[in-house]
């Protein structure tokens, strides 16, 4: 089926979604609609749970039947190369060197993108996937922890991964 | 004291101690795997860092990572708790190299410690009483036999580098011995990378007996009094008390002042346990010397109200102690009882998923120590230990009627999870168990279908049930005791292999 | 399967998921509609977690989806005159007479259907509406509790309770 | 021991109680309302039966229903609990006429304690210091000026029939007093159907200083220490502790004697508590005995390691007290907190709702007394307290830290759900209290805004902060006296008007 169309189905299952959360009295676990191929499926952290911070209101649960799809877009959309090892997140080989990447380039999988430095030791880190590069998410010299994201991808169009 | 501690464990032990440093306004840094983000110890923490993925070897056995993490979040010292990196000389070596202060005594005594051999001459030649056998090493069968001769059978032969119960084996007869010595030597070899082995009398009836000691840097220490862990399951504590019960009172006192003369003859610090064995006629057998806090630490406090983990961190901080042996009084007894996620009835196989329902008992003189709730998914990657429930009282039957109470309104539930509540129930209403007549192979005969011959009160021996487990059993290292909170060894030394690798997932 | 009409049937799943919900004594836990190609699906929290008996193994609990309807019944269909105190219930004005009511009987609003005695005081069991009586839920002489059901009616047809 | 007690109350009482009973192998009977037929002391009980709606009156205040509960269930004593109809008279009668053992003393001396006027007579003869005042209720307002005009003001006019600081009104100045003299008979009039009142000398600046005791039906009877429980709100406790701090070890021992001499010299039997008002000259004024268990009977039995619930069914069974006051000893120091369903910033205004989330504290010397869980919804029909927190430490300063770091890791969290955690939080950083200096003045010192003649550490009075608040206030009994856990009479007492009906639902 044809990427177009799937959209428009999907985008209908998560009215739907929405629609239904809306109507029903909460807290809802899991929803789950399926048209033909397509299937949606959402489910929720316990609200009784202490997963949600004390600040959160319980009362934004219902609230939360929008936030899937919006949530998914960066997971989704925007894969990221992430921190090997806690550290400290270097852009370039040496201080006052050049980057390795810059917004805007692209990179290759296993392409050098940073270092973290543990122990005095330098991990160098790579891409796992090609794309190009939207956005550096750690400042140079600040310290990251494992499998952190440091750099935002879009991945290249047609490629899968 | 410490401005800032980190805190390299996970689970209940992470939480005790990170209840310490709040208590003592110290901040707290605790390091996690990706498993263990959203977990209680990690919520509660000052700062937490990820440090690896869920398979311990990367995360909670990573020293590099746990380094680099106090570098970064400038923690003066490490808490390990228990089990993990806890009794790792090497970590504590480069701990110090890295300015950190291991909460634990010095590498070198941590070393020597660790070599069941070495602990055994060192304690012997402080006096202390040591199972008839070998104290070095026996490096061909034919010593072995000779040994196993004079001391005479069944004997058992354990590696150097084992402990905790792991990587030993029975010998009922002298034809036996050849192949359990080989067996046992290899098994040694493929666990600990070393293959070291010794013999000596194996005690078929006797109660785990243990001194908590407390030693600071300038040459004080004290003993905290006795505890009983006779009630194990393949050497894997399930219910411990403090005092030990049913022992005369000279023998109690003789095995405290032993052990803690055994701590500081080799300079130990911080807080240890010195472990024996107590034979019928409560003749006292060394066993070993651990170097971390322990599991059932929290029946100790509540028998001499001193807070062990707070008092490990002054040690380490240099602080000289501030009990002398007389500040140390016993009142009451103190009991145990560990909730595990597995099954009793599938030979106590990891029962864990998610807690729909979590609701721990409470109330008077009740103590629980978990990093459970409602919602919390329990991991098959690490220990199957998911709560403590301690309960005190003045006398030693009050506490098993008080502890029953508090199991019974522990309300644990959740698809796939099963715990070790009612068998622990089983245990309480055990009548050897409520007179005290029970040794080590309770848990053996509570299992097995009872037989004619078998005594119906007390556990004078089928002996199979007793330390060592069946041959069978005993010469493949018990990953239970791997991995397991009391664990000495990293979890990356069991063999992953065979029904136990999701430990090692 | 073309989006309009898959929309359509989703809506329709919706709507059937909304009434149903409605009609049924909670809490539910989990709703599940099929129509050809097209599926919804809801789960809920469990709303009183830890109301469950311990005893009560966990996996019955998606068994009990079931149960709500089966429950319906008598709590909506069929009032019933409950115990207005702590104490034992007559069917009789004394031993051996006549019972104040028997099945198929029919009971006026206010008409004594039985006596409660607590603390030998003997309390009068009226009934609040009118209605045929279809069981007595509680044998003579049986102790009852502060608002038990006593005595099942079933509404007079076009009465309005 | 009884087979099957009926537990006549409701929240964390009933489970206390309960809890008792399980340990001593006696079976339950929990009677409840309707709005409590899902709650934990229901679910956990041997036996629940349901006795009324949810309004207290036709319930929990049902003297008729809860008799006829027990006998058709087979009780053989009925336990009060605290509130409610724990110092009925009436009930304990009632209970006797249908052969039940109520646990309290005999319905006589409960009569005659709850008379203040009686109870300051009968101690005043015990030899038991009363405030300087009228010993007998003084029925014209001459009277009341002479005995004021002798002890000088500020004075404070007490309702005979009062009691937990309820029915009294402060009076500065002769000008005030016949207004107040009128309006407080009047209002004892509404309130407990008694008119008489007495007038003693108004304590400003005191601490409020209670001591445990426990009698049997034998003549023997011991004291278990003192409390503190200065930190109160409108005479409603937030945070009590044991020992009293700061105080000579002598004024203690003088206290704790008088007051178990008070008790034996009435017949008293069971756990009762002598309540003291203590001066800055450490002088001790007899204010009233309460015949109930109290809400903060935890922090005794942490220092003392007596369960006194066991205690009070070991002496209503009959059986002479197994303690001599040599055996009493008391170690340490403990803190418990009251963590109530309010809002601190909304005038303590009740604050129920259902509880979303529910994780209480835990970990060493940390006790938890509470029938709340996840998913609990918190009634507005009942008292507004959800849970005590109390922990025990070597020291004061240990004490509270441990309390401080508890109460941080308390989850509590539904919609409209508050709770004084907060505000108890702030009460353990205030240097007074730190420094034990702190008064009955406390709370409403830290709930006014700072003036800077308002002393920056210790309570000395705006004496507008001490017992009795403000006139205006005082002359009203306060409701929250009526079904406070500490509450002496039922609900139905309370004019069911004004903000405070939600009560009386």
New interface residues.
Partial sequence: MADA?AE??LD??R??AR??VA??????????????ESVLEVE?????????R?AEP??ATPARAAEPAARAAPVIDRPAVRSP????FYRAPEPGAMPFVAVGDMVRPGQVVGIVE??K?MNEVTAGQAGRVVEVLVDDGK?V????PLIALEPVTGQDW | MFDKVLIANRGEIALRVLRACRELGVRTVVVHS?ADA?S?PV?LADEA?????AASRR?YLNA??I???AR?TGAQAVHPGYGFLSEDADFAEICAENGLVFVGPPPQVMSALADKSTARALMSRAGLPLPPGSVRTLPTVGEAQEVAADVGYPVIVKAAAGGGGRGMTVVRSAAELPRAYARTRAAAQVAFGDDRVYVERFLADARHVEVQVLCDSHGNGVHLGTRDCSVQRRHQKLIEEAPAPALRQATVDTVAEVALRGALSVGFTGAGTVEFLVDEAERCHFLEINCRIQVEHPVTEMVTGIDLVQEQLHVAYGTPLRLRQSDVRLHGVAIECRVNVEDPDRDFAPAPGRLDRFRPPGGPFTRVDTHG????LVSPHYDSLLAKVAVWAPDRDAALDRLDRALAEFDVAGPGVRTTIPFARRVLRDPAFRAARHTTALVERLLTPPTDDAPPNGDAPPGDGAPGASPARGVVPDPRGATGPDGRTPVSAVPAAGPTTWRNR
């Avoid at chain 1, 929720?44 to 949600?52: F, G, N, R, S, T």
């Avoid at chain 2, 709730?373 to 919390?376: F, I, P, R």
């Fill in positions: 169309e428009q189905v209908g299952l009215r739907q629609k239904l109507d029903l009295a909460g807290p809802v676990r899991r929803v789950r609609l399926r048209s033909g929720w952290h316990d609200p009784a749970a202490p997963a949600q004390a319980v009362e090892v806690v550290g400290t543990a122990m030791l310290p922890e494992y499998d952190q | 990706s959203d209680l919520r860092v990820r440090i690896g993925p995360s590099a990572a380094v680099e993490a970064q709730h409602a919602g919390y």
